[in-house]
Every structure is written in C-alpha cells, then in structure tokens.
C-alpha cells in the first residue's frame, strides 16, 4: 500500500540525544583546507571494475561526499558542529599552496586558516602539520633569524589563540628540501617558534591581527614574550623524502610537564631549558644515550 502522507519527519521533535545519534554517523575528522583532489588517471575498464568493487566493500572508510543535512537550519548546524568540536580531530596544515605571505601595504593580514573562531573556542583535539619551505621563512639567512620573530609562526599563534578548551594539540613540520638550507634550520626555527605558545606570559600582539601601524610601533622588547594560546603536547618532525628517524619533543609529566626530547623508543634523551641553543638541538635530534646508534630506527 502506498504512503501518500508527504509531511517531513518530524526531526527536531526527537530527543536531544537521539539527534546526536543521528549526528555521530555522519561525524568526519575535518580538515583544514580541504584535502585537494587527486588527479584523475586512466586505466584499463577491468581495473577501473575491481576499484568499484573495492570501494564497495568498503563503504565505512570511504567517506560522507555531502551532509546536506546541516544546511536545514541554523539548530542542527549548531548541534552539529559542538558534536565534531567535541568527538572529533580538527587537522590544519599550513603549507606553500594555502599559505599567503605577510602583505605590508594590508590593513589587515588574513587568517591561516578559513574556520570561526567560535568553532576554534569549542575544539577539543587538535593535529596541526607544518609544511614549510626555506622561502617561508621570510629570512635570506637563517642563522641571523630570530624564532620569535619569525611572521608565520606569529600568524600560527594569533588564530590558535582562539582555542580555549582543547586536551589536546599536536605539531607536525615537515620541511621540504633545499640544497641551498638544511632541514634542520626549518625545524629549528618552527619548534623554537611554537614550543612555548601557551605560556603563562601573553604576547599581546599574538592575540589581535595586526596592522601595518602595529608593525610600525611594535618593540624590540615585546617581540621577546612568550605567545598567547593553547599549549603543544608534542612535536615531531618530518622530511619530504626518507629519513633515519628523529626523535621528538613532548612534555614530561614527571618534570612539570617541561618539554623533553624524546628517541623513537622512549627514552628521554635529555630536557630542555628556557634557553636551547641550536647546537643542542642538533645533537638530541638523533642521538640518545640508551640506545646505540644502529638501534634508534630499529623495528
């Protein structure tokens, strides 16, 4: 027999707790930006058969195209969104293809990423990759540079200083290749940069985006402050191409929770000061007193 009845389900009537039910199958880590697409390739009919069988079998993993459901009201779009903020990871990279360097003649300089900071006040988990080129740097040598000083690494802690309730917040630098730089360098600078955001000393120009009358009256003195926001757990980082392994920054719970250099095993191969001068740095990247050398990459 057939339901001539046309009249909407009645959605917003349900409990508040089956609503969010109904939210949890539809609920995606989002990312910032969007992922681009991947380039179309040909291949032979039968592959292109197999791949839709594939892609069958496993419809769990292969993602929502489009939750049309949230554009119905601005109730379910909020619901929704505190649902995510809550139960999901927020991934946002900065890399040459979204980054956009500081324009001296702007008012105003434009946020790294295109998110609310209504939403970034509700995040709770939270993996930041850091792609970074020698150009981004802003600095033609970077043994003259001076981490805190450093534009992008700024711009990163003025929007991040919107988050408030976050458990957790991780850092990945990836530095590109250059044969003129060395990596280390690239992550030199992004750890010193970023390591102490959070701290209990506010950077205050961090925490409003600047102008080019800011730029003009900013001191030498104020440049020196640790950033406002959200504290990193832990820092790794990464190069575009094969690498022996390096070890790592995250926080010691037994010292304070002060950042600690970490090998891939474990072991704390030392922990560090106020001051971590770049000759240090490039010694705890991969050495660790415990393991021998053959065996920090080991399985």
């Known amino acids: ?68 459901l949230f554009l119905a009201n601005k109730q379910i779009y909020a619901e929704y969104m505190d649902l995510m903020c809550k139960k999901t990871t927020f991934y946002m990279t900065v890399a040459p293809h979204n980054y956009t360097p500081l324009d001296p003649s ?22 930041i990759k850091l792609v970074t080129t020698s150009t981004m740097l802003d600095m033609s040598d970077p043994r003259t540079m001076k981490s805190e000083e450093w534009n992008l690494a700024r711009q990163m802690r003025r ?19 250059d044969p003129l730089w060395s990596p280390l ?4 600078h992004a750890t010193e940069a970023l390591r102490e955001m959070g701290s209990s000393s506010v950077h205050e120009n961090d925490c409003r985006k600047s102008t080019v009358a800011d730029d003009k009256v900013k001191s030498v003195a104020s440049s020196h402050s640790a950033p406002s926001g959200p504290q990193f757990s832990l820092i790794t980082l990464a190069l ?5 392994g390096e070890n790592y920054l995250m926080r010691d719970p037994a010292n304070n929770n002060q950042w600690a250099w970490w090998c891939l095993k474990g072991h704390c191969v030392g922990r560090v000061g106020t001051e971590h001068p770049v000759r240090q740095f490039c010694s705890w990247l991969y050495d660790c007193p415990t393991c021998s050398p053959e065996d920090i990459g080991g399985d």
């Open 1 to 68: 027999m057939q339901n001539h009845n046309n009249a909407p389900f009645p959605f917003m009537q349900l409990p508040p707790e089956l609503r969010d039910m109904v939210y949890e199958n539809l609920l995606e880590d989002p990312h910032y930006p969007p992922p681009r697409p991947c380039p179309e390739t040909r291949s032979p009919s039968w592959l292109s058969s197999m791949a839709q069988i594939g892609s069958s079998t496993d419809a769990k993993t292969a993602g929502h195209k489009s939750n049309f």
């Open 106 to 127: 702007a008012e105003e300089e434009k946020d790294i990423w295109q998110i609310s900071p209504e939403v970034l006040k509700k995040i709770k988990r939270c993996e």
């Open 159 to 177: 929007q991040l200083s919107e988050i408030e309730n976050i458990s957790e917040l991780k850092l990945n630098v990836k530095a590109i290749g």
């Open 185 to 188: 360098w690239v992550w030199y």
């Open 240 to 244: 575009d191409m094969w690498s022996p």
